[in-house]
């Protein structure tokens, strides 16, 4: 398996070559990482779940007509992908005041916010992701201002359609990031999302409890990151206690304190 060429080694993931031109293997590692690296940790079987319940979620969105570069999941921690030209931009969408928000602005932490609200990061780890503005991206080319209306036109279709979806399982969706590519074929390009979207990239809280079902588990020394994320996958229904092959589907969650 390791024989395959490396493309790409990140924090979480490892791209090799996949079997065709065009195509990438996109490997979920156990490593966890915070503060640009500055904390890590290695958390066994970490990767089995994310792989799965980024496909589940991939999956869904482009049942939702959200174009991705997921092909298929090949085995626990792998799935094939299209080759795309990542945008060196993370796209964060933010439905309630938490993290970096809710430090910069003074807010209080799990306040709802008056509306959606998307930020721009630079990726570059040697600066740690700074915040940029639209003017920034456009002004260093790092994107046009239609793939800009693009990212975000589709960001906003992901988290309506994933805050539903998350709140049919009792789970509020706070926020997340994610990243997009261009995609070649033929003559054409077209902007898709890529990268992952697992609890590694989410905040997830239960609904009734307000518990973290994500990697600030991780990131402020709460322990239980996978019972968390193994959570998240069994309310999806993508994980069946002691059976992880087993599927069937999300199963609604109801709660008084919604
Ligand atoms: N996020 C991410 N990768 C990053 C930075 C943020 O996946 O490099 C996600 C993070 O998990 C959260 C959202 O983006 O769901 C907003 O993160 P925030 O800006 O609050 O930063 P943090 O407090 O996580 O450093």
Redesign the pocket.
Known sequence: MNRRRRVYEGKAKILYEGPEPGTLIQHFKDDAT???AKKHAVIEGKGVLNNRISEYLFKRLGEMGVPTHFVRRLNMREQLIREVDIIPI?V?V?NVA??????RLGLDEGSTLPRSII?F?YKADDLD?PMVTEEHVTAFGWATPQEIDEMMALALRINDFLSGLFRGIGIRL????VEFGRLYENEMMRIVLADEISP????LWDVATDDKL???RF?RDLGGLLEAYQEVARRLGILVENKPTQTQGPRLVTSNNT
């Open positions: 915070a503060f640009n993370e964060v933010r938490a993290g970096s928000l809710a430090k930020e990061y992701d706070v926020d997340f990031k590694d990239c989410c905040r994500d990697k600030d990131r």
